[in-house]
């Protein structure tokens, strides 16, 4: 019968075991920077225990900002007990009534689902989230990943402000995942890439999030007036488009045009088609922005 080892280590496996690991990338003196600009938003945590087991997630893996919209938990003992040395994260979190204005100042926003369904294409696994989302963290740009809670998840309009989504890979059986556990897998995949990732220094500015939900909000008011999407159900149709131009990923000065053009056609709803006079024209704001 082979003996069971012990997990007393001598030195010689321990520094073999050390040098493995940084060969590996995987020691890290310092949490790198870039971590510093992604957010962990919590929309309804519940749970006490899950909140402070978020943040210590959160906390091993040099994440250190933590929104909290409209939480239904009280800051409990057991709280303190189970975020440890990481409570401090829970004490300068962030509190918002509603998502979408949690969201503003943020140019990439991730939401977590585990739900499969029609308009829930824009899916990325936890390690390609990584690939993709630390090069685009150049400058000032910020990301937000946003978790459920507990029970339900994030809601179809909650979702619709997210402009990726990301799952992660669990056995078909049992897909369902605790809030601290699903936030320790995407910090852990990002951390573990950030310490090589150069961001990428471009001349494209990402409208933020905030800018962006104006731009649908101005479609959705004109596309209503000409008659383009459905009175009844118009957030099927803004459901699609937020869908395009989330993939387009439009900078700044796009997103002005996009808006001036809105506004050409506003225009000429009012000037042209409800009064007949095709004489003269708008006047514009810079960039095509009204």
Not at 12 to 39: C, D, L, N, W, Y
Not at 126 to 143: C, E, F, N, V
Not at 247 to 273: F, M
Request: some cysteine.
């Amino acid at each position: 019968m082979t003996a069971i080892p012990t997990t007393k280590q001598s030195a010689t496996s321990k520094s073999f075991i050390k040098r493995g690991r940084a060969e590996r990338g995987v020691t890290v003196t310092q949490h790198p920077p870039i971590m510093e600009r992604i957010a962990v938003v919590l929309v309804r945590p519940g749970g006490d225990a899950n909140v402070g087991q978020t943040a210590r997630a959160m906390k091993n893996f040099g994440l250190r900002r933590l929104l909290l919209v409209n939480p239904q938990y009280t800051e409990t003992e057991l709280c303190k007990q189970y975020a440890t040395s990481a409570y401090d994260i829970v004490e300068r979190a962030e509190r918002f009534d509603d998502l979408e204005q949690a969201l503003a100042g943020f140019h990439y926003v991730i939401g977590t689902t585990r739900r499969i369904g029609k308009f829930r294409e824009r899916f990325c696994t936890s390690r390609a989230l990584a690939d993709w989302l630390l090069p685009q963290l150049a400058g000032d740009r910020r990301a937000a990943i946003v978790f459920g809670n507990e029970t339900s998840g994030l809601s179809k309009p909650e979702l619709d402000l997210c402009n990726q989504l990301v799952e992660i890979a669990t056995d078909p059986g049992h897909r369902s995942l605790n809030l601290a556990q699903a936030v320790v897998i995407l910090a852990y995949e990002l951390f573990s890439r950030a310490a090589d990732v150069s961001p990428q220094i471009d001349k494209h500015h990402p409208a933020s999030h905030d800018q962006l939900q104006r731009l649908y909000e101005h479609m959705r008011r004109i596309y209503l007036e000409v008659g383009f999407i459905d009175r009844h159900n118009p957030e099927r149709n803004m459901r699609v488009l937020r869908r395009l131009y989330s993939r387009a990923a439009p900078s700044l000065r796009e997103a002005r045009i996009l808006h001036g053009i809105l506004a050409d056609t506003e225009w000429y709803i009012n000037h042209v088609c409800k009064t007949g006079e095709r004489d003269g024209y708008r006047e514009m704001a810079g960039d095509g922005e009204s």
